[in-house]
């Protein structure tokens, strides 16, 4: 079956930093465009970073020039790099998996991410 498994979640000041991983299996990983969204307490799910099968990146206003992604070809897993926390950063962050090709989505459980101030 397909899984993907978040890790990387924690508790962090504000001005820390972090780095998220998800592991991919049951997918042809490299096919797939991949991305983390996260959803705050009330709030609506909404897309923060996403890579290509080409490595084509895209990020979210709030997030731009902190966060980075990046993908393992090899390992089947990406990354979120997270620089300079900010406390409007806290959330449930997930996984994404992605094949316009084969009309398929899967979503992980999420990792919390909570900022400290």
């Known amino acids: 079956q397909v899984q993907l498994v978040e890790s990387g979640g924690g508790l962090v000041q504000a001005g820390g930093s972090l780095r998220l991983s998800c592991a991919a299996s049951g997918i042809t990983f490299s096919v797939y465009a991949m991305g983390w969204h996260r959803q705050a307490p009330g709030k609506q799910r909404d897309m923060v970073a996403t890579?290509?099968?080409?490595?084509?990146?895209n990020y979210a206003d709030s997030v731009k020039g902190r966060f980075t992604i990046s993908r393992d070809n090899a390992k089947n897993t990406v990354y979120l790099q997270i620089n300079s926390l900010k406390p409007e950063d806290t959330a449930v962050y997930y996984c994404n998996a992605n094949s316009a090709r084969w009309n398929l989505n899967y979503w992980g459980k999420g990792t919390l991410v909570t900022v400290s101030s």
């Open positions: 890579i290509t099968s080409g490595g084509n990146t």
